[in-house]
């Protein structure tokens, strides 16, 4: 039976991260979708829509609890299962030992963890007392992360389970202006070389500029950004959250089961115009 877990956390209104964890007995499953149903807000909600369809339960937790609410009655539009059951509550990751409890928590009704996607997002405008929050943050919940779902995952050999750390080009590049994202991006990538060395199936998807409200809200306040990044990115576009989930789903699938320890760039060519 498959089930799912989806997350979404936020620090004084804005979205910190988004995680979404799976419970995954009989393997994975990525059925098509027929169409986007609106606009995802990040690629990791968009990898939880394209698996709804095989999911069986989802837990959504935000600070929010009523954004958790929507969420959930969101998934329990695209589900098709008749076993789907859908359950919102309230979580801060601000909180000493909270990410701990969670994933306890998410044992207790999930009953295993598969397969976990840990997102974290930071907003360029915040003063520095805010992005030190928020970059403390990110790396100690994807630090805790690590351990809980390595203490609550099974053993099921080296083809299934599998984590995967949403990174950015600014894993693997300077860019200038944004120490403190800099920073929680590279301390993703590096936590996922760490983590691959004991034998977990961990990867960092790395993508750059995607079309979330975050970067929405970045174009709209910066004059003449959207011609810089169609300038940096050689396709000419932003991505869309969608085809960085079609990365997450096969980072998880049994179909990458000999790759761990990586990043894995999804950039439109980005990060090749930054070394130029």
């Known amino acids: ?27 994975l499953k990525y059925p098509q979708m027929p169409q986007w149903l609106g606009q995802s807000s990040s690629p990791t909600k968009s990898s939880g829509v394209f698996l709804m369809e095989g999911a069986a339960g ?12 929507d969420v959930a009655a969101e998934c329990t539009a695209l589900a098709v299962n008749n076993c789907f059951h859908a359950e919102a509550i309230q979580v801060d990751i601000t909180m000493e030992n909270a990410v701990q409890a969670f994933f306890h928590q998410t044992t207790e009704i999930l009953g295993r963890i598969d397969y976990c996607i840990n997102s974290a997002i930071l907003e360029f ?32 050999g080296t083809t299934r389970g599998a984590m995967v750390k949403l990174g950015s080009g600014s894993s693997l590049i ?16 590096g ?21 979330t409200p975050m ?21 000419g ?34 990060t090749l115009t930054a070394l130029r």
């Open 191 to 211: 936590l996922t070389l760490g983590n691959a060395r004991h034998g977990i199936r961990v990867k960092c998807v790395c993508p750059s500029w995607t079309d």
């Open 215 to 235: 970067v929405e809200r970045a174009v709209s306040g910066v004059e003449g950004l959207k011609d810089i990044i169609q300038t940096a990115v050689p396709m």
């Open 58 to 69: 989802v837990l959504v937790a935000d600070i929010d609890l009523s954004l958790a609410a």
């Open 237 to 270: 576009r932003i991505a869309m959250p969608e085809e960085e989930a079609d990365a997450v789903i096969f980072l998880w699938n049994p179909r990458s089961s000999y790759v761990t320890g990586c990043s894995f760039v999804v950039d439109g060519g980005t």
């Open 174 to 189: 300077a860019t200038p202006g944004v120490l403190p994202y800099i920073t929680s991006k590279h301390g993703a990538l």
């Open 1 to 27: 039976m498959d089930q799912l877990l989806s997350q979404q956390f936020l620090i004084r209104g804005q979205a910190l991260s988004i995680n979404l964890v799976f419970s995954n007995s009989s393997g």
């Open 125 to 156: 405008s915040k003063p520095p007392t805010s992005q030190t929050l928020t970059r403390e943050a990110s790396i100690s919940t994807r630090t805790q992360e690590a351990r809980a779902v390595s203490d609550h995952s099974p053993g099921r």
